[in-house]
C-alpha cells in the first residue's frame, strides 16, 4: 500500500497487533445492504437467560438515556488494518450487564444486529470496560454505513466481533458461533495472538464445529 493509505510508524509500534498495519481513514466494511433506521420500531433487548428469566427491552430514546461513557481504543480489523487512538461514546455494555444482570452459569453472549447478523463473545470479553455500544466515534454520530445507531466495540478482539447495527443481546450458558465463527474464521479473535481462523483453534477455543 502506498503513503497515502498508511501512516508510516515504526513497525515496533506498541499500538500494533502482530501482522497490522496502521490505517488513516476508517474504511466501511460490512456483509449485506445497509438496513434503513427506523426509530419508531428500533429497539434494544436483552434475553436468553437473564436472572429475572424475562426479556428486557428499550426504545430509541430509552436505550440513548442509558449512562454513557466514552473509551479510547484502537479498532483492528481482521483484513490487517488498524484505526488508532479513536473515542468511542455509547453505552458500555457493563451497564447493560447491571441494567439486566445474566443468570447464574451464563458464560458467554451472542450480540444480535439486523438481518440476522450475530457475533458470539465470552462474558469476560463482554464485560471488559473498553467494551461499548458506540453511537458516536470523535465526537461524530456514526454513519449508516459503519453502524449507525449503535454497533459494538470490543476494542481487544478484531472489529467482527463488534457488529454494526446491533439490536439485542442473548445471555447463554454455553458458547455458540456466530456469523462469521460459522463461516471460518476463529471463535476467540485475540489480535495479539492472530487468532484469525478457525483452523488455527486449539482444543477449547470454541464449542465443536
Not at 429475572?52 to 484502537?74: Q, Y
Not at 451497564?95 to 458467554?108: N, S
Not at 447478523?117 to 454505513?145: C, I, Q
Amino acid at each position: 500500500m502506498g503513503q497515502s493509505e498508511y501512516e508510516k510508524l515504526p513497525p515496533s509500534d506498541p499500538r500494533l497487533p502482530p501482522g497490522q498495519r496502521p490505517q488513516r481513514g476508517w474504511p466501511a466494511l460490512h456483509y449485506g445492504p445497509v438496513p434503513r433506521f427506523k426509530p419508531l420500531t428500533w429497539d434494544f433487548q436483552v434475553f436468553g437467560a437473564t436472572a429475572s428469566a424475562e426479556k428486557h427491552r428499550w426504545d430509541f430514546a430509552g436505550f440513548n438515556a442509558l449512562p454513557r461513557t466514552t473509551v479510547r481504543a484502537d479498532f483492528h480489523c481482521v483484513t490487517k488494518f488498524s484505526v488508532l487512538d479513536s473515542d468511542w461514546t455509547g453505552v458500555s455494555a457493563s451497564v447493560v450487564l447491571d441494567e439486566v444482570p445474566p443468570a447464574p452459569g451464563v458464560t458467554h453472549v451472542m450480540v444480535w444486529a439486523e438481518y440476522g447478523y450475530s457475533a458470539n463473545l465470552r462474558l469476560a470479553d463482554f464485560a471488559d470496560p473498553r467494551t461499548v455500544f458506540a453511537t458516536h466515534r470523535n465526537g461524530e454520530s456514526l454513519t449508516a454505513e459503519h453502524g449507525f445507531p449503535v454497533r459494538l466495540v470490543v476494542p481487544q478482539l478484531y472489529a467482527w466481533k463488534g457488529p454494526k447495527w446491533v439490536r439485542a443481546v442473548e445471555y447463554m450458558r454455553a458458547d455458540r458461533r456466530g456469523f462469521w465463527e460459522e463461516r471460518g474464521y476463529h471463535n476467540l479473535a485475540d489480535p495479539w495472538r492472530q487468532q484469525r481462523y478457525s483452523y488455527q483453534e486449539e482444543p477449547g477455543d470454541g464449542p465443536l464445529r
